[in-house]
């Protein structure tokens, strides 16, 4: 059981296929079912990979209250209703998918590589597919349970892939817990780097819950409501750091942003000229300036 939101489990346990790259021990999945497996609840892994989930469910004597899946056996995440193949909506589901493209899995773990295994697609394709199985799972999940994503993060030329934050934000549901699980044993441990490198040993179990009317048009409903406060909140940021550095009329502010206005799929210039007459701005003498 979870006692901390930052664990480690040097042994991994025999927990799953050991040289199934990217297998995680089962001893996280076991600590996630004592804290959110209802009694006699239904557990689901739509992603089974290695075989860990399988071990554990065996494990604890849980596996006539167990369900797994993946691209490898037929089931594909991507196209197939998650519901319908469990039969049922589950009291907590575990899901660990590919760090974008770091494993190959699909030709390489198994099988010919599929068009629709996440581990093979472009960054923009694994976000989209990524935000398509969340909502499956999601649906998938009963009202008050659980569905829960291990994902660590990326470095790709020089980049920081953060996808554990990227999953924070496509996910449906509220994040209500956040579990940093150390890395061990990792095959970039052993490679030597030319310049000196800050090697990522940590994933993240995100942990969400569902909610009551949670699915797919409630949440692109709420992605739509919040487009139009953070576009007013990124202009009232905008606005205050450009007055930060000297006061502007209106016409020269708009002549400044001028090229914005006509590529925003938002009315730029009303926002602007509605937020300056804000509590935040004031105007003397015909410029404006931080109230």
Not at 80 to 104: E, R
Not at 113 to 130: G, I, N, T, V
Not at 179 to 193: A, E, W
Not at 222 to 235: H, K, P, Q, Y
Request: glycine share 8%; aromatic share 10%.
């Amino acid at each position: 059981m979870f006692n901390s939101s930052v664990v480690s489990y040097p042994d991994r346990g025999h927990f799953g296929n050991s040289q199934y790259r990217g297998n995680t021990t089962g001893k996280i999945i076991i600590d996630l079912i004592d804290n959110f497996l209802p009694c006699d609840g239904l557990f689901v892994d739509p992603a089974v990979g290695g075989g860990t989930t399988i071990d554990v469910v065996n494990h604890l004597c849980i596996a006539n209250r167990f369900a797994g899946f993946d691209l490898h056996s037929g089931f594909n995440l991507i196209r197939d209703d998650l519901t319908s193949a469990v039969g049922q909506q589950a009291d907590l589901i575990f899901f660990h998918p590919p760090y974008g493209g770091m494993i190959h899995y699909s030709g390489n773990m198994w099988g010919e590589p599929h068009k629709d295994d996440l581990s093979r697609m472009s960054e923009y394709d694994f976000e989209q597919a990524l935000k398509l199985a969340l909502v499956n799972i999601s649906d998938a999940t009963k009202a008050g349970g659980h569905y829960a994503v291990l994902i660590g993060n990326q470095r790709k030329k020089g980049r920081y892939l953060n996808w554990s934050s990227m999953t924070e934000q496509l996910a449906p549901d509220p994040l209500v817990e956040e579990i940093i699980k150390c890395q061990h044993n990792c095959v970039s441990d052993n490679r030597q780097y030319a310049k000196p490198l800050i090697r990522i040993n940590h994933e993240k179990l995100l942990i969400f819950k569902k909610g009551q009317n949670t699915n797919a048009i409630t949440d692109l409903e709420g992605i739509l409501n919040g487009m139009s406060e953070t576009f007013m909140a990124n202009i009232l940021v905008m606005l205050k750091r450009l007055f930060q550095c000297r006061d502007w009329t209106q016409k020269e502010l708009f002549d400044t942003l001028a090229h914005l206005a006509k590529s925003s799929p938002y009315e730029l210039f009303p926002a602007i000229d509605y937020l300056l007459k804000t509590e935040h701005f004031k105007m003397i003498d015909g410029r404006y300036t931080l109230a």
